[in-house]
């Protein structure tokens, strides 16, 4: 089921220094690849508490041309972390793809309240699916985080996701 597959993603540890760096050595990006993706708030502060904060970067991260020339599938903003389902671009790297998102969520949150600095702890945690895991079970497991953690009933009860397999009124497909 999709929730042992995943569920090493809620209990990950974020690392940062030659730790994180350590981690990273000889993984690799692999454009069309679909990556799921985890990082948290800096000293996991829970900015995304402040709902004005949390919309900002819930605009932000809704964009399309955020994540060109990779894809942003599904994503879930949570008080203190972030879940994303990113589908790798031609010529782009995940740490690059991350970097940018980062940094432009920061930059916005630092314009609105200077008191979120820094807004993101160093480093990031990835996986990628791999050829027998469905994109649209992890989607569905990603968005349900808010359910699974107790700030909402339902996924539509929570405001802070968006996921490409949204249907025209807004229902996301296997959640009705």
């Not at 008191?115 to 699916?129: E, I, Y």
Request: proline content about 5%; aromatic content about 10%.
């Amino acid at each position: 089921p999709a929730s042992s597959v995943f569920r090493h993603v809620d209990r990950m540890i974020m690392t940062s220094g030659q730790g994180h760096h350590n981690l990273r050595i000889g993984r690799r990006s692999f454009a069309g690849q679909v990556y799921l993706l985890t990082t948290v708030t800096y000293l996991r502060r829970p900015y995304f508490l402040d709902a004005d904060v949390a919309r900002l970067v819930a605009r932000s991260l809704s964009s399309p041309e955020r994540w060109f020339p990779s894809r942003c599938l599904a994503w879930v903003l949570m008080p203190d972390h972030w879940h994303g389902l990113v589908e790798l671009g031609n010529g782009e790297t995940l740490a690059v793809a991350m970097q940018r998102m980062k940094g432009v969520t920061a930059r916005l949150t630092g314009i609105h309240d200077r008191q979120v600095k820094p807004l993101w702890a160093k480093g990031f945690h990835d996986r990628a699916l791999r050829r027998d895991e469905s994109v649209r079970c992890a989607a569905r497991y990603i968005v349900a985080n808010p359910v699974r953690a107790g700030l909402a009933e339902t996924v539509k009860d929570y405001p802070y996701w968006d996921a490409c397999f949204m249907d025209q009124e807004g229902a996301v497909e296997g959640f009705d």
